[in-house]
């Protein structure tokens, strides 16, 4: 009760009375993944103070986009707090298709924002979404199959390496696999394995005059490499897995390995939600020919489209789900291993998650210095890790993320497949007028 009493207490003074003026009902459209069903567990504290309503949309990730960038270009105001990330809060920001969030209150502690978590959400100064939590990507493993196997984890494992550990600790008799990596396609569910993977075989989307590379020899070392190593020491079916199913998959025990997003090791630490939260262990994303860019950066974010009705109630929702508060309140109410990382210096600053969380420092330190203006080893024109900050990137990043789930499932070669993204890029670029 005690808990209860303070999130209401916390709730109305972040809030103020004027949120009670008159009750509005938003509509929110968010991703399936962890975090933002604790959001939606935790979502009527806020209805409760403030009177307003919430009708969830959850959406797996690739679907999300799509209804959100369709409603979005169209003006359709069929959301008034969407979830979107750092590829497309600075690009719909410039189009001023979202509200800037530059005006929730002294007490929000903007400060408290890592900055290159708020960087990445904002344009020409501006924050246009709200980071709920932030993340950067590593190598989740076994320790006590690593242990078994007399194997030892570097701090930042080679792709070589990888590819050595998942030959000995696969064991598919035990459905037992060394190769659990994103095989749905998307520019963000393969690709954000993908795209950092080529990055870390020297590899880049374009050259410095917009030319796609894809059919060069990193991009073919690369996807070689990931369509031996998934068929060889990867689970069945795995060009259906993406970030969720391989998550599920290494909670109950079948990953002997799985590079992914920081985020989950909130879940995986979790003993309430994971089988093997004391058999876990991490390290860096892993390298090849260079370490730029082989470890990704997303912040998943709420924001406003400038086609809502009810702005000021959607802004309040928002001050309060990526407040300081909440992030308390989760610690307090699900666990503090659980608490949404990677956007408040605040959060890396308690005693209480330092202490259930193993990975902190990790974490922090890799979103913290995550460089998305320098993200491969030759120079680029564009910024972003595993995504190019262009519009044009959702429709190429799709067809490419098709085209190698294509090659994983045995439908084409590895080198038609690239050919095929390679001359679709090539014509997206033309048609939008590259060079600009």
Request: net charge negative; proline share 5%.
């Amino acid at each position: 009760m005690h808990q209860l009493r303070r999130a209401a207490v916390f709730t109305a003074a972040l809030l103020g009375a004027s949120a009670f003026a008159q009750a509005e009902t938003l509509t929110i459209a968010t991703v399936n993944n962890s975090d933002m069903i604790i959001m939606q567990k935790l979502s009527p504290k806020w209805e409760e103070a403030t009177g307003n309503k919430l009708n969830w949309v959850v959406l797996e990730e690739n679907v999300l986009r799509q209804r959100v960038t369709t409603d979005i270009a169209t003006n359709g105001a069929q959301f008034d707090v969407i979830t979107i990330g750092s590829y497309e809060a600075p690009i719909w920001g410039k189009q001023e298709w979202l509200v800037s969030l530059d005006d929730l209150g002294d007490d929000y502690d903007y400060a408290d924002l890592i900055p290159s978590v708020k960087d990445g959400v904002s344009y020409d100064g501006k924050m246009y979404a709200a980071p709920f939590y932030a993340e950067s990507s590593f190598t989740f493993y076994r320790k006590d199959l690593f242990e078994a196997a007399g194997l030892t984890m570097p701090e930042r494992p080679t792709y070589d390496q990888i590819a050595e550990f998942a030959a000995k600790l696969t064991d598919k008799s035990k459905e037992q696999y060394g190769f659990c990596q994103r095989g749905k396609p998307g520019w963000g569910e393969n690709m954000a394995f993908v795209g950092p993977m080529v990055n870390a075989f020297g590899g880049r989307w374009f050259d410095e005059q917009w030319a796609p590379q894809l059919t060069s020899e990193p991009w073919k070392t690369a996807v070689s490499y990931y369509v031996k190593n998934m068929n060889e020491y990867g689970p069945p079916g795995a060009a259906a897995n993406g970030h969720n199913e391989n998550r599920a998959l290494f909670a109950t025990g079948h990953c002997a390995l799985w590079v992914d997003a920081t985020s989950a090791a909130g879940y995986i630490f979790n003993p309430a939600e994971s089988q093997v939260a004391d058999k876990t262990a991490f390290a860096l994303a892993p390298s090849a020919v260079t370490d730029r860019g082989a470890g990704w950066f997303w912040a998943w974010s709420l924001a406003v489209p400038s086609s809502s009705a009810k702005v000021d109630v959607a802004k309040s929702f928002i001050k309060w789900a990526t407040s300081k508060d909440y992030v308390k309140l989760v610690g307090e109410s699900e666990g503090w291993v659980a608490a949404p990382p990677g956007t408040r210096k605040s959060t890396y600053d308690s005693a209480d998650y330092q202490k259930a969380a193993p990975f902190a420092k990790v974490v922090y330190d890799a979103v913290s210095n995550a460089d998305i203006t320098k993200p491969t080893k030759d120079p680029v024109p564009y910024v972003g890790i595993q995504y190019v900050a262009i519009p044009e990137f959702q429709g190429i990043g799709t067809t490419v993320g098709q085209q190698i789930a294509a090659a994983l499932a045995g439908q084409v070669t590895v080198d038609q497949a690239l050919e095929t993204a390679q001359r679709a890029a090539e014509r997206t670029m033309k048609q939008a007028g590259y060079p600009k």
